[in-house]
């Protein structure tokens, strides 16, 4: 267990509003991802952290925004929810770095109407 | 462009006979490999990984993957299927430059048949 919280676990918006997806993990890991899950696509990358206030866009960060002001702590943020982002996003974190695998949280499912 | 291509979307095979789910990459350099699974409404859970040295590498629950530079390929192996084994599957590829990133497969269901 790799002590990764993600949080809500479920969570239904409207089209237009902002969102935020939490993900905390306990074991002050420098690396930590941001992934959605969608049937025929995989998980495809959507922002990454190497550090505190370090941060970088992965391949679908349109529509996207994080945050990591503290080690523990990774925000992903919709600015303005879409129905395209109707998914399920996945927090990973990197154990030692380059060549480690990622380990996952539970999951978010977000469905926007 | 690093990508992971993971042929088969849905497989099919009966409990006890063995398995075989197929996955080829395309990455520059030495590639960092692995394979997840993962259960429905669960995260996934890494299987195995392949960093460096022996080609076949051992996983948990019996899987075994088996790394071919001339292929380009990472197949994974379970010699006999059990019902619990029914998830979907994941390859993917980790790369050596900045942040760490990986690149995933689009995955591979698979169905035990009793």
């Known amino acids: 267990d790799a002590g990764i919280t993600q949080s809500p676990r479920h969570k239904v918006t409207e089209t237009g509003t902002p969102v935020t997806l939490r993900c905390h993990q306990t074991?002050?890991?420098?690396?930590m991802y941001w992934y959605r899950q969608d049937p025929g696509h995989g998980l495809r990358l959507i922002h990454y952290s190497y550090g505190v206030k370090d941060t970088d866009k992965g391949e679908v960060s349109d529509g996207y925004s994080v945050s990591r002001s503290k080690t523990e702590d990774f925000l992903l943020t919709l600015e303005s929810a879409t129905s395209s982002q109707t998914s399920v996003y996945f927090c990973a974190i990197s154990v030692v770095g380059v060549g480690s695998p990622l380990h996952f949280g539970n999951g978010t499912r977000l469905t926007v109407t | 462009a690093q990508s992971v291509t993971q042929p088969d979307i849905h497989i099919t095979v009966s409990e006890g006979a063995s398995l075989e789910l197929r996955c080829n990459y395309s990455?520059?350099?030495?590639?960092?490999l692995f394979w997840y699974v993962q259960s429905p409404g669960q995260g996934l859970q890494l299987l195995l990984k392949?960093?460096?040295?022996?080609?076949l590498v051992q996983g948990i629950k019996g899987f075994e993957a088996e790394f071919k530079r001339s292929q380009s390929s990472f197949n994974l192996r379970k010699p006999s299927v059990h019902w619990s084994d029914a998830a979907e599957y994941f390859c993917?590829?980790?790369?050596?430059?900045?942040?760490?990133?990986?690149?995933f497969g689009t995955g591979t269901s698979l169905t035990v048949i009793p």
């Open positions: 990455y520059g350099a030495t590639p960092y």
């Open positions: 074991e002050n890991h420098r690396y």
């Open positions: 392949y960093f460096s040295g022996d080609t």
């Open positions: 993917a590829v980790g790369t050596a430059n900045t942040g760490n990133q990986f690149y």
